[in-house]
Each structure stands twice: as C-alpha cells, then as structure tokens.
C-alpha cells in the first residue's frame, strides 16, 4: 500500500560558538521522526548551510544561503549564545538575517509559529574572554525578535531537548490540521476549487 508522507524543512540557523548544536538538533529531529513522525506520516528534515549549500564562489555567501536554502523552509530553528555573530552587509550577523528574514515570512499553516529561537543563558569560558559588545547585541537582537517569534532560554543541554521536541510536536499538530482542513474542503466540490485550498510543503514524497 502507498501511503504519501508529508516532509516538513526545518532550516537550522547558530553562530559559530553554538555550532556544535547543530548535530544535537539532528538527532532530536530524527529521533522525532523515528517514534513519532513516521507513524503520523509527517517528517522533519533538517537543512544547515554547512552540509546543504552547494560550493559557489560569491562576494555574499549569507545572500546565497538564504536564496537556496532558507527560503525554502518550513520552519527554522535558532540557537544564540553569548556571541551573535559577525555583521552582513544587511543584518548584525549571518544569524540575526537568517532570522529576521525567515519570520517575515507569512506561513498560513503554522499561524506565526514557525520560527523557535532559543538563547542559551551560561557563558562559556572565563571573564577574560567575554565580548561586552556582542552580549549587548545579542540583548538588543532578543529585544526586537521577541514580539516576532517564539523565543526561550535554556542553560543545560538537556533543556534543550526538551525545547525542540515541543516545537515539532507542535508543528506536527499545526500540519495535522490544515491538512484534515484540506480533507473537509475537498469533501465539497464547488469550494474545491476555490484558490488557495491546499497546504502546500517542501517535498510531499511517497513511501
């Protein structure tokens, strides 16, 4: 019997002193989808620049990256430490534009929720090593997001975890009923074919 599973992106966005996790994310969205997304026939796909963009010579790799990979996502993911990052010609860092530009994006099947930042709280290091300036800029960039986005904290790694299975338990809900939406309206064939009926999602693929 063929079954059609919906795939649902999730582009994974951190500066590069919280990079490492990135595979700690990975895990969680396969773990995820092993126990419970495969039996709901939704799955996660996680996308990073590291192991999604394809090699290109540019004067504005962020400008690549956002055109091939983040604005073809479903969702996104943040983590920030005590560093934002380094400035783009148009954002405070890669980190802060991947962000700003992804929560513009109007997304009728998750109603506004389809971004989740986290900022971690420890620091790593001692006094010595702390940038003043760029604590300051993470401050001023959780700010100007948190009416914009979903946003918490955490400290332990375990916090974490637990932070991420919620938001895909929630998008997995938020796909579950538009597309029982989509199944009531398809019931009724004059609305069906009314404009704008369909949920669509990165990568619908048979199994």
Same mark, same amino acid.
């Given at each position: ?30 773990? &995820? ?68 530009? &992804? ?15 986290? &900022? ?88």
């Amino acid at each position: 019997m063929v079954s059609n599973i919906r795939c649902v992106t999730i582009f994974i966005s951190t500066p590069t002193n919280m990079s490492r996790y990135v595979e700690r994310i990975c895990t969680l969205i396969d773990d &995820f989808n092993e126990i419970r997304g495969y039996r709901r026939r939704i799955i996660f796909r996680p996308i990073h620049w590291k192991k999604d963009a394809a090699g290109q010579v540019t004067e504005d790799a962020q400008n690549v990256i956002n055109s091939d990979l983040l604005d073809e996502c479903d969702l996104l993911i943040g983590v920030i430490g005590d560093r934002l990052g380094t400035a783009t010609a148009r954002a405070p860092s890669g980190t802060a534009e991947e962000i700003l530009r &992804f929560i513009e994006k109007k997304s009728d099947t998750f109603s506004g929720k389809h971004a989740q930042i986290i &900022f971690r709280l420890k620091i790593d290091g001692d006094i010595y090593s702390i940038d003043h300036l760029q604590i300051e800029a993470v401050k001023n960039f959780k700010k100007d997001i948190q009416k914009r986005a979903l946003t918490v904290d955490f400290s332990e790694d375990h916090e974490l975890d637990g932070i991420v299975e919620r938001f895909l338990e929630s998008a997995c809900s938020l796909v579950e009923a538009a597309h029982q939406a989509d199944t009531r309206v398809a019931d009724f064939p004059e609305s069906s074919q009314q404009k704008g009926n369909s949920v669509v999602l990165h990568g619908s693929a048979p199994v």
